[in-house]
Structure formats: C-alpha cells, structure tokens
C-alpha cells in the first residue's frame, strides 16, 4: 500500500508546483473556484509511473500502460468544471478510471462517485491510491463501461473518458432529471467535447471544444 508519506513528495510535486499549475488552468479559462481548489489538492504526481513524476505537473497527457493515457491537467479541469453547471452533484459515474487522477477531483465535489474501468489491472493500483487518499466515496467497477451502471443509477452527472462515435443512448437513460454528461465524441482524428443535458424522455447537447481521446470500446480485459 501506498504510504501517506510518500504524498509528500520532494521538489516537483511541492504545494508551489501544484499552484503554478492551478495558475496555469486559470489562465487557460477555468474559473470556478471548487474545480481549481479540486486540482490544487489532488497531488497527481502519485497518479502517474515513478519515472514521469518530473512531468506530473505539465499541461500534456501521460502513458500509464495498457494503451491509456493520464489526460492533462487542463482536459481534466475543463471537463469538471462543465460537468459542475448545473443540478448539484449528489452521485456521479466515471467511466474509464484509468490511473484514477480524474476519478480524485470527482470525489472532492460529488457525495458518492461510481468509476467503471474495463481493464482488470489498472483498477488495483487505482483502489491503492484512493486509499492513500483517504478517499471513502469512490466505487470502483471492472465492468464494459458502454453499459454504465444501471444499477445505481440515475447519476447527477457521468464523465466519459473515452471517446464514442456518437452519444450512447444508454448512459443518457442513467442521468437523472437535469442531469449532464460530458464525454468527447467522434472519430479519433475529429473529435469534440459534448455536454449533454438529460430533458425528459430526450436529451440537449451542446458543443464544448475540439479534443483527442482514446476510443471508448467494449468488452472487458
């Protein structure tokens, strides 16, 4: 298990670097005040490999084996802080956990967050981390995260990592009232940020920003 020691850290992942990077976000456009408080107290240097701690704090997407990615700090911000414009965040869904850093700044704004991941071996390290953390409100699921959970549904919000050709009919059916979803959409060489909003029996959708994801695929490993 990982120590609370080793949170810490020593010259990179200092509370000074962390703040350049939070003025970093600012000045990229994001402005509410509890997604940048989230990013400032998440270290994400214990989110990525040993030998990428020097890097954890730059603006840029990290490898974290098996084919995924850490997104970068400034993807991470923007899709919280558009996923927070709305109904408050009582109970929200993540699908694809990858390293857990999103899944972190979740948990600092929502009661309870669910957290689907298809890849059986990222989910440990994953779980490892939030313990470090002492991050209580976080479920984590191997599970096609195509499907969502309708078992715990309807989500307040669900955050979409991975990027769907189209907007999946059934995720939309597990948002309550109100609720939205941000994901990207579209093919890896043309891909937008989407915010959907839950009206009805339907759904509106508005364009965010263009965005490079890796797919969202089915199955389990």
């Known amino acids: 298990m ?4 080793e949170l810490s850290g020593i010259g990179m992942t200092s509370r000074r670097t962390r ?12 402005r509410r005040l509890e997604v940048l ?6 270290p994400r240097h214990i989110f990525v490999e040993e030998a990428l701690a020097s890097r954890a704090y730059e603006n840029t997407a990290l490898p974290i084996g098996h084919g995924q990615t850490i997104s970068q700090p400034y993807i991470v911000a ?31 704004l929502a009661n309870r967050v669910y957290s689907v991941e298809r890849i059986e071996a990222l989910i440990p390290l ?59 959409v579209g093919a890896r060489d043309k891909q937008a940020l989407v915010r959907v909003i839950r009206v009805g029996d339907g759904y ?18």
Request: hydrophobic share 45%.
């Open 78 to 108: 923007r899709m919280t802080e558009a996923l927070l414009a709305g109904v408050p965040l009582g109970t929200v869904m993540e699908v694809g956990t990858g390293s857990g850093y999103q899944t972190a700044v979740l948990a600092r």
């Open 19 to 30: 703040e350049r990077m939070v003025e970093r976000l600012r000045a990229e456009g994001i």
């Open 37 to 42: 408080e989230a990013m400032r107290s998440v």
């Open 2 to 5: 990982m120590r609370l020691s």
């Open 126 to 184: 994953a779980r490892r981390r939030f313990q470090a953390l002492r991050a209580r409100n976080i479920r984590l699921v191997h599970s096609d995260g195509r499907m969502g959970l309708p078992q715990y549904a309807p989500f307040d919000g669900i955050l979409v990592a991975a990027a769907p050709e189209g907007i999946p009919l059934a995720l939309v059916e597990q948002l309550s009232p109100g609720g939205r979803m941000v994901l990207p």
């Open 204 to 221: 509106e959708s508005e364009f965010l920003e263009p965005v490079s994801f890796v797919p969202l695929v089915g199955g389990v490993n």
